[in-house]
């Protein structure tokens, strides 16, 4: 299906109105001229002067004129809701993580590419604003070391959210995968994961906390560090030792230093570059699809050591 900005805004629905696309999607969309958010799909009665529909299936009955949905929901009841969108020929935006499984993911790739519309596993860590900078400053260099430091208040970030603790849910992976998009992203050789430790709370399905070892297959020594127990302030951090001096990424990749002094950045905001790319590969009618964060945290599920903590309430 083709959408053009050609002839003002393309319409969009968003789908699953919780604290993400309230946060970030709405005004991304709302700041971008080549958007409309045309309607919602929301069990919970979606935003105030928005059309809303109950499911996606009444909405694809009602507005088949919009063309594009981005999928704000948790990983678990993605897949079915996206390859209904791609079955009905729509342009499909996914959150992060693309899926609750890495196999799901590909085949959403082969359905959107059979259907001929756009698919984007959007990774918005990817657009902070230091991540790009860095990447190029990496390019040329030997990495020797990075360490991955990633650790906030779960109470603090997901209070009351039972999906994240369930399974697919991902537990401390949910912002985990952020730091191994950027770490996908910016590293110049591929790495693969080769140990962890992960620690459930005796009453959750998923981890509070996750140590997890990769390598290059040579000498380069790389570990990353996710909890979700830490007080006193988040920890998002990135540092790389190399051959020619030592790149550090905080707050997300929002900030970036190199040898301590910080370097300039463009600070576009993440969720509108996100939407700027998704306006590009529609007109350009491609697809982006990446599972490479996935497979690191699937591949930690597999080569995990499981340990124990005590319960966590929220
Ligand atoms: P959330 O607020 O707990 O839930 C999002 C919305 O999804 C809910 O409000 C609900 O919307 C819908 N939903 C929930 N369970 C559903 C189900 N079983 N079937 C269909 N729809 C369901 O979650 P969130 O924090 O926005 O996170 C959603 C996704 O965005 C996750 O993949 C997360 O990793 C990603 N993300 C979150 C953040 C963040 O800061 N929270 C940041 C970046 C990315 P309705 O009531 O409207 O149906």
Known sequence: MSASADNGPIPIALVGIGKIARDQHIPAITGDARFELA????????????????????????????????????????????????????HVMLEKPPGASVAEVFRLEALAREAGVTLFTTWHSRAAAGVAPAKSWLADKR??????????????????????????????FDPGINALSILTEICPVPLHLVGAELTFPGNRAAPIAADLTFTDGGELKASAAFDWRQEGGEIWQIEIETDAGQLRLIEGGARLFVDGAEQPVDAVGEYPTLYAQLGQLIAEGRSDVDVTPLIHVSDAFMLGRHVHADPFHD
């Open 39 to 90: 309607a919602t799909v929301s069990r919970s009665g979606g935003v105030d002067g928005v059309e809303n529909h109950a499911t996606l299936s009444e909405l694809l009955e009602a507005r088949p004129d919009i063309p594009v949905v981005s999928l704000c929901m948790p990983p678990v009841p993605r897949f079915s809701i996206a390859q209904e969108a791609i079955a009905a020929r729509k």
């Open 143 to 172: 990495i020797t070391s990075l360490r991955i430091d990633w650790k906030e208040d779960v109470r603090k970030w997901h209070p009351g959210q039972a999906w994240i603790w369930e399974p697919g849910g991902l537990g401390v």
